[in-house]
């Protein structure tokens, strides 16, 4: 699944959704592997924009996922992609699971603008994501705060040493899988997630998720889990 969204003219941005199922393996080396085939294929559809937009007369310039020259977080925003989540990920209506990349470009567009689905107010209320991380990253305070990063900005703190520290030694992606908003795009969920955006039914829904997932949800053992089967 993949979305585009305009940030002003520059850049394009533009988002993979990663496979639910595997990534739900939380920790080890299925979850290695599907973070570098989600990776690998997202990198491609920076390339085939940045042609389809030359081949209409203007300037484009793919900008990868595996390129580090940008910090692709607040463009999303931004774009209306997602919200910033307590993670420190952008989350969309339909989860944490994306892969984010742009392409530069002098196309005339007309921007997108952010969103607000209630996430915020949901991440006050939830911390599953803080409460299953194993590096103990991400904040657990109530409320956001300003963090001074490469820019200042409102948001609950997230020690990136630790969590890159954990992803390299283990493979992880605990607070991706966890958060309520990643479960299956079903009706069911559809309907939570309508409901989720009235702050006052963020306490409930938080229960819902915690009886039907459990709060500190396993995950799939490699072994178990075999899709070619």
Not at 141 to 168: A, H, M, N, Y
């Amino acid at each position: 699944m993949a979305f585009l969204a305009v940030y002003s003219n520059l850049p394009l941005v533009e988002v993979y959704k990663c496979d639910t199922d595997t990534l739900s393996a939380m920790t080890g080396p299925l979850v290695e592997a599907s973070a570098k085939i989600a990776c690998s294929q997202s990198d491609f559809a920076p390339h085939y924009l940045e042609s389809i937009i030359r081949s209409l007369g203007h300037d484009a310039k793919a900008n990868i996922f595996s390129d580090t020259d940008i910090m692709d977080t607040p463009f999303a925003v931004k774009a209306g992609l997602g919200e910033l989540g307590r993670s420190g990920l952008v989350i969309s209506p339909w989860g944490a699971q994306m892969r984010i990349m742009e392409v530069f470009t002098n196309l005339p567009l007309v921007p997108d603008k952010p969103i607000d689905f209630g996430l915020q107010e949901f991440c006050k209320v939830c911390k599953k994501c803080a409460d299953n991380c194993p590096a103990s990253a991400i904040s657990m305070d109530d409320e956001p705060s300003e963090v001074d990063t490469v820019v200042k900005s409102i948001r609950w703190f997230q020690d990136g040493k630790k969590c890159l520290s954990q992803r390299l030694a283990y493979g992880c992606s605990k607070c991706q899988s966890v958060c309520p908003w990643s479960k299956p795009d079903t009706l069911i969920h559809e309907i939570g997630r309508m409901v989720g955006q009235n702050p006052a039914f963020a306490p409930f829904l938080v229960k819902l998720d915690d009886f039907f997932y459990n709060r500190y949800p396993e995950g799939h053992a490699t072994g178990e889990w075999a899709p070619w089967r």
